[in-house]
């Protein structure tokens, strides 16, 4: 049998309380907030970060994990599917890279890839999609370079510093991952 969710870098695996710290720092970060996710960038208390945990840990429709890099295992960031729609076999999936040092390294490429295997070949998912506002050059990026294919945009969704940018809408099926 073959590790799942084991790269060559990092890994993927659960988040605990003592991850708290961290992601409070990244979801403090406006700038972090405004690439991760397409909500006003409010930041997060500890107490919002436990709620978080909670809430994805109650679900039945929803992961995440941390990335952590195998030598240290350090958190560098978090990842994970949202929205699953288990009679479709559809989910939504979602990566950001909190830890600056780790950024540019091919960490999030690896996560990425970690996430759809385990995606495709455990949760037996037909489709994987995703959003990403269209000023995030680095995450469309990393997304056609594992195989996303645009499918479709919300245009002018996002409102931020006085200009609209629309809301690419991104996705996979199992057949053209298998490719």
């Known amino acids: 049998m073959r590790n799942l969710l084991i790269g060559k870098k990092i890994k993927l695996n659960s988040l605990d309380a003592s991850d708290i710290n961290v992601m409070s720092q990244w979801f403090n970060n406006v700038e972090y907030l405004r690439y991760y996710d397409m909500i006003p960038a409010i930041p997060k208390s500890q107490k919002d970060m436990l709620k978080l945990l909670e809430y994805y840990d109650s679900s039945e429709d929803k992961y995440i994990f941390a990335i952590r890099m ?99 809408l991104y996705g996979m099926l199992r057949e053209e991952y298998a490719k």
């Open 70 to 168: 195998l030598d240290s295992n350090k958190i560098i960031g978090v990842a994970g599917f949202d929205e699953i729609l288990w009679t479709n076999g559809v989910a939504t999936t979602f990566i950001g890279i909190g830890d600056k040092e780790a950024k540019g390294k091919g960490l999030g490429k690896e996560a990425m890839e970690l996430l759809l295997d385990f995606g495709f070949n455990e949760l037996n998912f037909h489709r994987i999609q995703l959003n990403v506002i269209s000023y995030n050059k680095v995450a469309i990026g990393l997304y056609e370079s594992v195989g996303f294919k645009k499918e479709g945009t919300y245009r002018e969704f996002i409102y931020r510093d006085g200009k609209r940018y629309d809301l690419l």
